[in-house]
C-alpha cells in the first residue's frame, strides 16, 4: 500500500486503530461518506448495499457515467482504491436478518420502515456497537444524528424521532428528492459528528455531542443543534 500521510490535526488514523466501521447504504450520502473516511485514512471499512447504479444516481451520488449498471459495492471499491490506495470491505446485500456490525456504523438506508428493521434487529442494544450515525435529507435540508445503542436515554429519544415512510420526501422514483449540493453537505456534517465523537471517546476531549444537528440550506443556511442529555 502506498505510503500516505493521513496523520491529520483532527483524526489520528494509529489512535483509531483497527476499529471497524460499517456504512449501510452506497447511495447519496453513503458513498461520499465511505470516500471521506478512507481518505482520513480508515481500512477497516465495510460497505453494505444491493443496488446498481442507474442514470438518475449520477446527479447526487459519487459514481460516474461509466459506472452505470455497475453494483454501488464494486464501483465504490473501485473509486476509493484509486483514489486512496484502501481496499474496502464490500457486502452485495440486502441487510433483512441480524447481522454483527463492527463499532461505528452509519445507517443510510432509503425508507424508514427498513431504518427501524435494522435498528432493531442488529443495532440496538448491541454491544459491540458503540455509536450510530443516521442522515435523513430532503432536497434543500437535512438531519444528522448520533446515538449510544446501548444508552437508554438516546435510545428512547431518537426512536421518538422516527415516522412513517408516508411522511418523506418522495420524487417520482420512489426514493428521497436529493440533489448533490445538499448530498454533500450532509455526508460533510456526519463525518464531523463521526470526528467528534472519536474525539470525545478515543482521544477522551471534553466535549458534548449534539445528538441531533438539523440543517436547511434555502433560502439561507440555517443549523440547530440537540443534545439528548441535560447538561
Excluded at 36 to 64: M, R
Amino acid at each position: 500500500m502506498m505510503n500516505l500521510n493521513r496523520h491529520l490535526e483532527v483524526f489520528s488514523p494509529d489512535k483509531f486503530g483497527k476499529r471497524r466501521i460499517d456504512i449501510i447504504g452506497a447511495g447519496a450520502t453513503g458513498s461520499k461518506i465511505a470516500l471521506d473516511l478512507a481518505k482520513l485514512g480508515i481500512e477497516n471499512l465495510h460497505v453494505w448495499d444491493y443496488d446498481k447504479v442507474e442514470s438518475h444516481n449520477i446527479p447526487n451520488q459519487l459514481y460516474g457515467i461509466e459506472h452505470i449498471n455497475m453494483l454501488k459495492v464494486d464501483a465504490l471499491k473501485s473509486i476509493i482504491l484509486k483514489q486512496t490506495d484502501i481496499e474496502i470491505t464490500i457486502h452485495n446485500k440486502k441487510v433483512i436478518d441480524e447481522e454483527r456490525f463492527g463499532d461505528v456504523i452509519f445507517l443510510l438506508v432509503d425508507s424508514m420502515k427498513t431504518r427501524k428493521e435494522i435498528w432493531d434487529s442488529s443495532i440496538k442494544y448491541q454491544a459491540n456497537v458503540k455509536v450510530m450515525i443516521e442522515t435523513r435529507m430532503g432536497s434543500d435540508q437535512g438531519r444528522i444524528y448520533i446515538v449510544n445503542p446501548l444508552d437508554s436515554t438516546e435510545v428512547e429519544r431518537w426512536e421518538k424521532t422516527l415516522y412513517g415512510d408516508d411522511e418523506s420526501e418522495v420524487s417520482a422514483c420512489g426514493t428521497s428528492i436529493t440533489v448533490g449540493p445538499t448530498s454533500t453537505s450532509i455526508s460533510g456534517f456526519a463525518v464531523w459528528q463521526f470526528l467528534n465523537w472519536y474525539k470525545k471517546n478515543i482521544e477522551k476531549k471534553d466535549i458534548v455531542l449534539s445528538n441531533e444537528l438539523i440543517f436547511t440550506l434555502s433560502p439561507t443556511i440555517t443549523i440547530y443543534t440537540n443534545s439528548f442529555h441535560t447538561k
